[in-house]
């Protein structure tokens, strides 16, 4: 099992001394070092393309299928009249010792690769999985009129709350991926806050200050500017399809390059009025995540091709949230071989089980 907390955090002696349900121990759970992919998969951008790939998310959904659960697409009140779609998985028969909410990147969505092995892993330690479609991703564009932009945790806090409370499986943990580990790094700190009953937060490869990312990318390998261009182009034509009146720009907005076309989107659809502005307010860099009350384990690459690595070495963290920097890994790849079989799936799903079996040997009532 994995580190639920660095090696030096307090808890350590009190997960030893509590677990006694026959798992590995604290110095046995993964870390960084034990991810050692072969040199031939060394390339961060090998690693981020084929982490992506069409293959990979074939060998997700059997990985999901393997495990004999049962899926079904639920509409959540995320309050204020939004709805977010999302997927809850549960072996059947089988009462679940937790739930846990899985949240994907940007312009992916609840059927990515990582989401379904993720959620494959932790279906397999007894889990429940709700993995949520931010609005505007995988097949939800119809469901707001409103378009998705990086600030609407609002509602994705509420989201998370009403998921809690729907399926009333305590403990619950919280795991997201690229902009879906910023989403999951914010919920942590409104947690609290807003009733939602949260014991650890897994984080691979997050967000941390988007206006660093934006520079980085522009200054990085033109694919992933072209990927992620192409991939907003395509869902910002489908919603003028859907919302004509609503969403009335023409074929020149959707031909301008990243920075212009977030800067239009600011401008027209939300509140704060400059790039700057739209940053900041959901920057998670720096002393940001000082106050987190919710221990939290952060997966990142030294090699991350799209977010700046500097930039975690520079965070200010609580006692109980633990970074771990592995000298490959790309972004969001972690690919252990050439199946692609991947070390951030097993990293998180060690994580929050090790979470949960301090949650439940420290808190009577949620065994």
Not at 38 to 60: C, E, F, I, N, T
Not at 145 to 165: C, K, M, P, T, Y
Not at 200 to 222: F, Q, S, Y
């Amino acid at each position: 099992m994995s580190a639920a907390f660095g090696p030096e955090a307090s808890g350590t002696a009190t997960l030893e001394r509590n677990l006694d349900t026959g798992r590995a121990s604290l110095r046995d759970m993964l870390t960084a070092r034990d991810y050692r992919p072969p040199r031939s998969l060394y390339s961060p951008h090998l690693q981020s393309v084929l982490g992506s790939s069409a293959l990979r998310r074939r060998r997700g959904r059997q990985a999901l299928a393997a495990t004999g659960a049962t899926t079904t697409a639920h509409i959540i009140d995320a309050g204020d009249g939004v709805r977010l779609q999302g997927l809850h998985s549960s072996m059947p028969g089988v009462a679940p010792r937790a739930l846990a909410l899985l949240l994907h990147g940007w312009e992916g969505s609840a059927e990515s690769s990582y989401m379904q092995f993720t959620a494959a892993r932790l279906l397999a330690r007894g889990f429940d999985v709700f993995r949520l479609n931010f609005r505007d991703h995988g097949d939800t564009h119809h469901l707001n009129e409103g378009l998705f932009h990086s600030n609407r945790i609002d509602e994705v806090v509420q989201a998370a709350a009403e998921i809690a409370r729907r399926y009333a499986t305590r403990p619950m943990v919280v795991a997201g991926y690229s902009l879906g580990g910023n989403f999951a790094l914010r919920i942590a700190l409104r947690a609290q806050s807003a009733g939602i009953p949260l014991v650890h937060v897994a984080a691979v490869c997050p967000v941390l200050d988007p206006a660093r990312t934006m520079d980085n990318m522009e200054r990085g390998l033109p694919l992933y500017m072209w990927y992620f261009e192409r991939k907003w182009r395509e869902s910002l034509a489908r919603k003028r399809k859907l919302f004509p009146q609503q969403h009335d720009f023409d074929d020149s907005v959707l031909g301008l390059r990243m920075r212009p076309l977030t800067q239009w989107m600011v401008e027209r659809h939300t509140q704060f009025g400059s790039l700057d502005g739209y940053f900041e307010g959901y920057s998670i860099a720096g002393q940001r995540l000082a106050s987190l009350s919710v221990p939290a384990s952060i997966l990142m690459s030294e090699d991350d091709p799209v977010i700046p690595v500097d930039e975690f070495r520079q965070l200010a963290l609580p006692p109980h949230a633990h970074l771990d920097i592995a000298p490959h890994g790309g972004h969001c790849g972690f690919l252990e071989n050439w199946h692609g079989d991947g070390f951030a799936e097993r990293w998180v799903a060690e994580r929050l089980d090790a979470a949960v079996d301090l949650s439940m040997a420290t808190s009577p009532a949620l065994a």
